[in-house]
Structure formats: C-alpha cells, structure tokens
C-alpha cells in the first residue's frame, strides 16, 4: 500500500514562493521517476520536476531557476520550492511515483498566483 499526500498550497501574488511537500508512505520498491505534475484547468498534467532513474533531476525549462525538488529521506518526504511564481504556475499541484510495482498519485494541491 504506497500512499502520497500532498501539502502546501495556496493563494500567493506574484514574485512570492510556496513551498509543497509530498509525504510517502508504504513499502516502496525501486523508483523510476519520483516527482511533481502541474495541471492548469483544461490543460494536460505536465512534469515540472523529479528525481529520475540514474540519480537525475529534471526541471522544465519554464521553471528552471525558479522551482527546486528536494528529498528528506528520514520523514520519506519529497518537497517543491516555488519562488519567484507566476500567474501561469497556477493549477494543481500532483506528486507522482512511478516504480517497477506502479505508478501512484496524490490527489492534489491548488495553488493560485495572483497578479
């Protein structure tokens, strides 16, 4: 049983930061991509960041310089740092876990920028 729940959202103006964290629970085998989507409203779920197989980070470009992923591996959490936000980072926030077992999903986190 492998749950994520995240936290962390909420309503900033632009230019101001968020933190999100994704805690993980359950027995965990080997993890292909460990990361977070971004879902405006009507749009397709897009990965922003996320540790990959390999010991790699990927950033979209859109946000490089700006977002950064971060694991604690004691609490088994996996955060987000949003700063510098913009009006078109608003959406729901996902942490996604893709292992060799299977893909699991967190239900979600809103967060809104403001102009």
């Known amino acids: 049983q492998v749950r994520l729940v995240e936290s962390g959202g909420g309503l900033v103006q632009a230019g101001g930061s968020l933190r999100l964290s994704c805690q993980v629970s359950?027995?965990?085998?080997?993890?292909?991509?460990m990361g977070w989507y971004h879902q405006a409203p009507g749009q397709l779920r897009e990965m922003v960041a996320a540790f990959i197989t390999g010991s790699s980070t990927y950033v979209r470009n859109s946000v490089k310089g700006r977002f950064t992923i971060s694991r604690d591996a004691a609490t088994n959490t996996v955060y987000l740092q949003m700063n510098s936000l913009k009006p078109e980072d608003t959406g729901v926030y996902y942490c996604a876990l893709d292992s060799y077992r299977g893909v699991y999903w967190g239900q979600g986190t809103q967060v809104t920028v403001s102009s």
């Open positions: 359950g027995t965990i085998a080997s993890i292909k991509i």
